[in-house]
């Protein structure tokens, strides 16, 4: 038996364009080479399969039975091997794929919400798994591949150097309920904003200090934050049991201003940008790369809450 590892592959292109040709001259143009390169790899072709493989006619080459047997099977390597080196194309109806993608509850509920809709309806067999949010050792779960994109702030991950794409800017607000004492003050002063107590979200040290208090610390002033709770989507019921106020990212509120009013925060306090991360070994796959333009395509239609004053 032949070793096919010390067999040179090109000849069997060489011999496909043979068969199809029925001409060394026109084989040679098909192949972009000489005439004498390609009746010289047409007697190595004769060697390797111990056969003529052609006769010359008036007419052109004939094949013998030999090469008319080997056609059907040198045509479906041929395309085997393109499919192999082109690579699968990734087509979304039919696709069937598993991929985990892990944010926060806010990030969930303002992106993740709208970018499953798009992929149920143009890749109704992929399944999602949507983890919780990851910070600490996100870079070995998205080698491992126990995690495929990790959605999170800018201000959570700012250290890993692996490829991301920036999908939008977010804004905070201030939401208070509708029968707070300050609902229907144009502008908050920042002696009112003190006063009042606060509650804030601390996704996994209960801690009571956040970007806020670090703004106000710049201008020598705190608030008074009585309740820390790990996530953002309980605010709103939250607010409707006392006179809280919370500072949250603008599109927390989407669809749920019911019983709700908002004001912007009496100082500057600097927004956030929400990024997709991955690892390079999917950074290429076909697949990966159309679900990463879905999870764009998602977060460009965004809107923020329809929030009763402009923040700023």
């Not at 144009?186 to 200090?209: E, K, W």
Request: a positive charge; one cysteine or more.
């Amino acid at each position: 038996m032949r070793d096919i590892r010390r067999t040179d592959l090109t000849l069997l292109v060489v011999l496909d364009a043979l068969l199809e040709e029925r001409s060394v001259t026109r084989a040679a143009a098909r192949l972009a080479v000489t005439q004498p390169t390609v009746s010289g790899m047409l007697a190595r072709l004769r060697t390797l399969f111990n056969d003529p493989l052609f006769v010359r006619t008036q007419r052109g080459l004939l094949p013998t039975p030999r090469a008319q047997a080997l056609a059907p099977l040198l045509r479906q390597w041929l395309a085997e091997a393109e499919v192999l080196v082109a690579g699968d194309r990734f087509e979304p109806a039919s696709a069937l794929l598993t991929a985990s993608v892990s944010a926060n509850d806010y990030i969930q509920s303002a992106l993740i919400v709208p970018f499953l809709r798009r992929l149920r309806g143009a890749a109704p067999n992929l399944r999602i798994a949507v983890r919780p949010a990851q910070t600490a050792g996100v870079a070995e779960m998205l080698a491992n591949g126990e995690l495929d994109l990790s959605i999170t702030s800018t201000t959570e991950i700012t250290t890993l150097d692996l490829p991301s794409r920036s999908l939008y800017e977010e804004r905070y607000v201030c939401a208070v309920r509708k029968e707070h004492p300050l609902k229907g003050r144009r502008a908050v002063t920042m002696d009112q904003f003190c006063s009042y107590p606060h509650v804030l979200v601390s996704p996994s040290d209960g801690r009571f200090a956040g970007p806020t208090d670090e703004a106000l610390a710049r201008l020598g002033r705190t608030r008074r934050v009585v309740l820390s709770v790990p996530g953002f989507l309980v605010l709103p019921e939250l607010l409707q049991t006392d006179d809280l106020i919370a500072v949250v990212p603008e599109r927390v509120l989407h669809g749920r201003m019911a019983g709700l009013r908002t004001f912007a925060p009496p100082l500057a306090i600097p927004g956030f940008g929400v990024i997709a991360i991955w690892h390079p070994r999917l950074h290429k796959d076909p697949a990966h790369q159309w679900l990463r333009e879905q999870l764009a395509a998602a977060a460009r239609s965004l809107k923020p809450a329809r929030t009763n004053q402009p923040p700023g």
